[in-house]
């Protein structure tokens, strides 16, 4: 249950109020008078007072502006809070109405700040704290401080550190093992600081709007039983009850309800009168009452009873005098008899005649006394003679340059006056000032003020003739092409005299700038400006023609068949070819490819070290190389 109140802490709410104003009703017959019991621990709500107040005196007294970029310091800015007895009584209220309907919006659906004006306790502004959960002031207030919040979350906070407020009223209420705080702030003229004895338990009353309950059981309720003239409180109801404001987690709400009750059966029976049952005679009746949309009924039965007068509370039949006693009837409720009571004479009702003071107009009379009833004279007043005129002069019309003014003498007692003229002072004027400068040919003008009157005098100034400078002045600076002109001007104005011509300059070519490249095969543009005028003119660059590289093998050529070269412009990327002539074979040492024997040829075989190629040549037969001897072929045997 601890997790879950903590986790509720953010229920905590504010609300600010500035000049009284009425604060809105709930439509006749849509409320109920419920009582709900509770405890208050206000030894721990007045103990917060010193908290707020050192919070207040401390360095931490700040809060964030609107939109968060600079904080409002208000430390040394401000006064302890005076504790408000009243301003208590009306958190205690509003405490127990939390328990009932979280939020700033009492339980019969008007706002917080009605409960003042229910208390008697009248404001120039007001504000109020609501918080659930916390277990003891140090904790509460430490929540109310919300001092890591921006100000969208520091509503409580600005509440505690008002400059506006001076009193405060604090209220602590545990219900079902929660705990409730109210803080109540105010500017109070007259603030009770008579301390009370902190209450403890306590049944307090509240108006609950039926539409604003969200579900409500109803006990049943015991028969009544009255006697023929007896009166009774209209029975109440005991109920479990939730608003569509109640907090979720509190505990369930034991109430007893103030039904509004109808006499449904036997009015001849019995008879409701404000919070009141009358018995009228003998029988069986029913009260019905609707509550939240549920109808509650009560059987009442009466027996008969001799006569117990009620009287009611008279009616004067003969209205008393000063001298004379009065008459008052008295009426029984029940049975319609009448008994009669003297009332005593009132004696006269002296009234003072004030004494009025003598004027210069009027005499005065001394001070008297008269009955304010029968307007009997008690003392008689005499008359005071008249005073003369006391007359004080002033200036009602101060004198102008050339109007007189008016001085009046006024009696100080009676307002009786006359005048004298003042002489009119006549026109100040101060020095001379231009109005419109001479030029070298027009007329200009000077005028002066009265500094008292503003009235203004002018005249004309002559005008001052040319004066011409001594130097020639450039009019039209010569180009490249035209000619200038210059002239004496007069130094006051834009007459010029001797206008002569300044010659053309020519023009001042630059470097020039390669306007279009030469390449290889065309020719460019060299581009020349005028550093005066920009005009420009052009030349031609001759074509550079072609910068061969060393060239580059296309085709290689071969021992039978002839390459190609190829080269390349390093400028413009052209090519050309030419032709490398076929190197022809290269042929080896020769092979033997078939010897030659002595009487038949041979062939020699020569291979192209290059590519191959083959050619055959004849080695011619050698020929017989016979021996010097013989050599025996066939070595001849016996036979």
């Given at each position: ?291 939240a949309g549920q109808t509650v009924t009560c059987s009442v039965t009466v027996t008969q009873a001799p006569c117990q007068h009620q009287w009611d509370d008279g009616v004067v039949t003969t209205e008393p005098t000063c001298t004379q006693d009065g008459v ?206 920009g005009e420009t003119r052009d030349e031609v660059i001759p074509a550079t023609g072609h910068t061969w590289d060393q060239g580059t093998v296309i085709t290689p050529a071969t021992c039978t068949e002839n390459g190609t070269m190829r080269y390349t412009c ?70």
């Amino acid at each position: 249950m601890k997790k879950l109140i903590r986790r509720c802490l953010a229920l905590a709410l504010s609300a600010v109020f500035v000049l009284t104003c009425a604060a809105p009703v709930s439509a006749a017959g849509t409320d109920i008078n419920v009582q709900l019991d509770v405890t208050y621990s206000q030894t721990d709500a007045r103990d917060m007072l010193t908290l707020i107040n050192d919070f207040r005196a401390s360095d931490d007294a700040w809060y964030w502006n609107q939109d968060n970029s600079a904080k409002t310091d208000v430390s040394g800015k401000l006064k302890d809070f005076v504790y408000d007895y009243n301003l208590e009584k009306i958190a205690m209220q509003r405490a127990a109405e939390i328990v009932v309907a979280y939020g700033h919006i009492r339980p019969d659906g008007t706002s917080w700040y009605s409960a003042f004006r229910e208390f008697g306790v009248y404001y120039h502004s007001a504000s109020e704290n609501i918080a659930i959960g916390y277990t003891s002031a140090q904790d509460v207030f430490e929540g109310w401080r919300e001092d890591n919040e921006d100000y969208s979350g520091q509503g409580h906070r600005r509440n505690m550190l008002s400059q506006d407020m001076t009193s405060i009223g604090i209220a602590h209420v545990v219900y079902g093992g929660v705990h409730f705080w109210v803080q109540e702030f105010g500017t109070l003229a007259n603030p009770n600081t008579t301390e009370t004895t902190p209450a403890t338990a306590a049944t307090v009353d509240i108006r609950v709007a039926s539409d604003s309950i969200r579900s409500v059981t109803l006990d049943a309720i015991s028969p009544l039983s009255l006697t023929a003239g007896e009166q009774a409180d209209l029975p109440t109801v005991s109920a479990t009850l939730t608003t569509n404001s109640t907090w979720d987690h509190t505990p369930e709400i034991h109430v007893t309800l103030e039904p509004n009750w109808t006499v449904t059966a036997g009015s001849d029976v019995v008879k409701v009168e404000g919070d009141k049952l009358t018995a009228l005679g003998a029988g069986s009746a029913t009260l019905s009452a609707t509550v939240a949309g549920q109808t509650v009924t009560c059987s009442v039965t009466v027996t008969q009873a001799p006569c117990q007068h009620q009287w009611d509370d008279g009616v004067v039949t003969t209205e008393p005098t000063c001298t004379q006693d009065g008459v008052c009837t008295y009426t029984c409720q029940l049975c319609g008899a009448t008994k009669t009571e003297a009332i005593p004479a009132t004696g006269h009702t002296v009234v003072i005649d004030p004494a009025v003071a003598p004027t210069c107009t009027h005499t005065g009379l001394t001070e008297g006394s008269h009955c304010s009833v029968c307007n009997t004279v008690i003392v008689a007043q005499t008359e005071v003679p008249m005073l003369p005129h006391d007359y004080v002069a002033s200036v009602t019309t101060e004198p102008t340059c050339t109007v007189d003014g008016v001085r009046t003498y006024t009696c100080s007692m009676c307002g009786d006056s006359y005048t004298e003229a003042i002489p009119a002072t006549g026109h100040t004027f101060g020095p001379w000032t231009t109005v419109t400068s001479p030029t070298c040919t027009q007329s200009g003008s000077e005028q002066r003020s009265c500094s008292v009157c503003g009235y203004t005098e002018t005249r004309g100034v002559d005008p001052t003739g040319h004066s011409w400078e001594d130097d020639y002045t450039v009019d039209q600076a010569p180009t490249c092409t035209q000619d200038g002109s210059k002239s004496i001007h007069c130094s006051r104005c834009d007459a010029v005299t001797d206008v002569q011509t300044i010659p053309a300059t020519g023009h001042t070519w630059d470097q020039g700038t390669v306007f279009t490249p030469a390449t290889c095969t065309e020719s460019g543009t060299m581009r020349y400006t005028c550093t005066v005028c920009g005009e420009t003119r052009d030349e031609v660059i001759p074509a550079t023609g072609h910068t061969w590289d060393q060239g580059t093998v296309i085709t290689p050529a071969t021992c039978t068949e002839n390459g190609t070269m190829r080269y390349t412009c390093t400028v413009c990327g052209e090519t050309r070819d030419e032709v490398i002539p076929a190197t022809g074979h290269t042929w080896d040492q020769g092979t033997v490819l078939t010897p030659a024997t002595c009487t038949e040829n041979g062939t020699m075989r020569y291979t192209c070290t290059v590519c191959g190629e083959t050619r055959d040549e004849v080695i011619p037969a050698t020929g017989h190389a016979w021996e010097d001897d013989y050599t025996v072929d066939q070595a001849p045997t016996c036979t």
